[in-house]
């Protein structure tokens, strides 16, 4: 039997949605898998090293991030509870990472080989569909991530992290959890850049700011 801490976690992955307890414990009983330990900032990959494991984050954090030649950090994404770590490089024929990824806390991982992962989506028709929508969901996160990147300002991209988060926490009072220098790199601008554009929000009206707590007052100014 799956202990619940791990089958809580499993039941937010999305190779498993829509699947009861029972049917995850059945499924996982019947293949090989163990469950691994990182410490804080500990480098889980390098970009450009294989895709070796088919690893689902159990609890903790990662950091993906991109880095230029110039040192320029880019945070692409964070992975929580329930994600899979990079489940289009899997099966790809050049499984290099494109991303470095660290941990944020103390992590466990529940890991199989990508072979064992294949066993799962032949067994399974749940599972196959689910990965294969897995797989076409990253497409349209990345897609939204490069426009956002490359096509917006610098205040529009405040902008929409300010409209994101307010949905996300279904509230027009909002609390950033990173920092402002982690804020800037997920959005490859300059810390002064988002210090400015919120102190030039804030003098319009648009929000009030206490330290990582954001009270959206305009909404339609954002949009």
């Known amino acids: 039997m799956i202990n619940n801490h791990v ?13 009861s307890e029972l049917s995850i414990d059945l499924a996982l009983g019947n293949i090989s898998y163990q469950l691994v330990d990182y410490a ?3 480098v889980y990959t390098l970009a450009g090293m294989p895709c070796r494991f088919a690893d689902i984050v159990i609890s903790g954090s990662l950091i993906c991030r991109m880095v230029s030649l110039s040192g320029k950090q880019v945070e692409v994404t ?11 490089f899997i099966f ?7 991303v470095s990824v660290e941990t944020d806390a103390n992590v466990t991982l529940l890991r199989m080989t990508p072979q064992t992962l294949k066993q799962l989506i032949d067994r399974d028709e749940d599972i ?4 294969i929508r897995t797989l076409s969901n990253i497409d349209v996160f990345l897609t939204h991530k490069m426009k956002v990147l490359s096509l917006f300002t610098v205040r529009e991209k405040v ?6 988060r307010a949905g996300e926490q279904n509230s027009d009072t909002i609390h950033l959890s990173r920092s402002r220098q982690e804020i800037a790199d997920s959005f ?8 400015r554009v919120l102190n030039e929000f804030e003098k319009e009206g648009v ?17």
């Not at 902008?159 to 994101?164: D, K, P, T, V």
Request: proline share 7%.
């Open 7 to 19: 089958m809580q976690a499993l039941r937010r992955c999305p190779l498993f949605a829509g699947m």
């Open 207 to 223: 929000i009030r700011v206490d330290g990582k707590t954001i009270e959206i007052i305009d909404r339609s100014r954002l949009k």
């Open 40 to 42: 804080p900032r500990d």
């Open 78 to 88: 964070r992975l929580r509870p329930g994600n899979i770590i990079a489940p289009a």
């Open 128 to 131: 196959r569909m689910n990965y």
């Open 188 to 195: 490859g601008i300059q810390k002064f850049s988002l210090l």
């Open 159 to 164: 902008a929409y992290l300010l409209l994101e």
């Open 92 to 98: 790809a024929k050049d499984n290099s990472m494109p």
